[in-house]
């Protein structure tokens, strides 16, 4: 659903893969050629095309190549130079950030100092603004001139960094944003500094951008345009994929990667993912205001039938937020792991709830799995299809009980925790408040000491499992599945598809 892929749509799929690579191997070699349009599948509709606002991974992955971030990430996951070139970040209270020179906007407006002071300001203080947690420990960001500006924080904030590869750190033109005004958000014209800009957004039809003429990397990109089209259905997906419908998708289900991997027809490479699977309880209501109700749900389900039946073994069981691939993951907390429908009975049992989902034949089947698991256990469970939109729009609102939403992770472990399970957390559907994991995600973000860090996340993660306002399942993984023509494509843990260097023969 949201964030995630959804933030991963909801797809316990996430991303269906295994590992490995079909078809010719991963086509990164070869001499670039200029020219063509590659047409992109996204898991569902988006909701905005401005990054202040947004909540999903279909918008993020769009966002990555319209706008560039202050900071970038490699492959291993390791910060590197974006919009800012150096920094400087020696006192904890005083981050000074060096400006990339000579780089505007596509709607030929500079990027500088006070663009940058302006996008933080707009994003910490806007109504609409889903980047204030994000953004929570900056105080002011000072100009001292055109390419040099200092973030003055509130408190030392160890993620900072980080959370500016992402959509807080997102450079929008303020010029784009006053001319379009309340359409700013559908329509954002020359809007980013980034590879490609927008062209036009048809709902449910397609969403164009083109390459940018001036983009400040030399000779980049080589595709003249890029197409996304919105296919909610994974085999739908895969059907497009065969006929040439189109040339890259992130996820399709399960079942089908093997067949994938074997045709030489396509491409299928895949990586640990950041993020986790599962789905949240709304503690903020019945029944799921009472926290036995939502141990026994923890407690009633196999994880390892939906790892096997719905996922085809593709990824690992997920006990938490954090996955292994993080220098904080936790590999001793197993507090939920086997089914035990007789526990579950003893915790809570003989209660009913609405578990909301999509139309997607495997979140069908997962949820059918899971409701068979329920009642195993004396709980009954109701399932609601919706409308993707309607179905995100009310899980942000709060308006669940129940409602399966999946996160594509980010590269920092703050990232998969403040924002959901702090008290007042942007993504905190849950309404879940737990002042002692509000402390420990709190000291986590003010100390470097990556120790005292772990230490924190590590007690904060057993808190949150153990109280269950998300119901952990899997952890899945970032893949690229792709035809044969499509090269120079580089796979990233956190499922971003960026498509400034990939070139198309």
């Known amino acids: 659903m949201r964030r995630v892929a959804v933030g991963l749509l909801s797809l316990f799929v996430i991303a269906a ?29 988006l909701h905005t095309l401005d990054p202040m606002g947004s909540s999903l991974l279909v918008e993020r992955e769009v966002f990555y190549n319209m706008y560039d971030a202050l900071f970038t990430i490699d492959p291993s996951l390791k ?5 800012v070139t150096q920094w400087d970040t020696s006192d904890p209270m005083n981050y000074k950030f060096t400006l990339r020179s000579g780089v505007k906007y596509q709607d ?75 359409n700013f958000s559908l329509a954002p014209m020359a809007a980013g500094t980034g590879p490609f800009e927008f062209v036009e957004w048809k709902r449910n039809d397609h969403l164009t951008l083109k390459k940018n003429p001036s983009y400040w990397k030399s000779g980049l990109p080589y595709l003249d345009g890029v197409t996304y089209r919105a296919i909610p259905d994974v085999n739908a997906i895969l059907s497009a994929l065969k006929t040439g419908d189109i040339d890259i998708a992130r996820v399709i289900a399960g079942k089908d990667v093997a067949s994938v991997k074997a045709d030489s027809n396509f491409i299928y490479k895949d990586v640990p993912a950041i993020g986790f699977n599962g789905f949240e309880l709304n503690a903020g209501a019945p029944p799921f205001n009472d926290a036995a109700k939502r141990q026994a749900v923890a407690q009633a389900v196999d994880r390892y039938a939906i790892l096997k039946d719905i ?18 993951f936790d590999n001793s907390e197993k507090i939920f792991d086997h089914a035990d429908a007789s526990k579950a009975k003893s915790t809570a049992t003989g209660f009913t709830f609405t578990f909301k989902t999509t139309s997607d034949p495997v979140n069908q089947q997962e949820a059918q799995l899971l409701q068979a698991e329920m009642q195993a256990a004396g709980i009954t469970m109701k399932i609601q299809t919706e409308e993707f939109a309607t179905y995100e729009q009310e899980c942000a609102n709060h308006q669940f009980e129940a409602c399966n939403v999946n996160w594509s992770g980010r590269i920092d472990p703050d990232g998969n925790m403040y924002a959901w399970w702090h008290t007042g957390g ?15 995600l709190d000291d986590a973000r003010t100390t470097a000491d990556q120790s005292k860090r772990k230490d924190d996340y590590d007690n904060a993660q057993k808190q949150i499992v153990q109280d269950a306002p998300y119901v952990f399942t899997t952890f899945g993984v970032s893949a690229q599945i792709s035809d044969t023509k499509i090269h120079n494509f580089t796979l990233y843990p956190d499922l971003m598809i960026r498509m400034a260097e990939v070139w198309k023969s």
């Open 17 to 45: 893969c295994g590992g490995g690579a079909g078809g010719s191997g991963g086509n990164n070699s070869g001499t670039p050629q200029k020219g063509g349009t590659a047409v992109i599948a996204l898991e569902s509709e």
């Open 79 to 83: 910060i590197q130079p974006g919009l």
């Open 108 to 182: 030929g407006t500079p990027f500088n100092g006070a663009s940058v002071k302006a996008n933080i300001e707009r994003d910490k203080t806007a109504s609409t603004s889903r980047r204030k947690s994000d953004l929570a420990s900056v105080a002011s960001v000072e100009v001292t001139d055109d390419t040099h500006v200092i973030f003055h924080l509130k408190h030392p904030d160890a993620t900072l960094l980080a959370t500016l590869v992402d959509r807080a750190g997102m450079m929008v033109s303020m010029d784009a944003v006053a001319k379009a005004g309340d």
């Open 311 to 328: 996922d085809f073994n593709i990824g690992v069981i997920g006990y938490g937020p954090i996955p292994p691939s993080s220098w904080a």
């Open 426 to 440: 942007s993504f905190n559907d849950s309404l879940y408040s737990n002042p002692q994991v509000d402390q420990w």
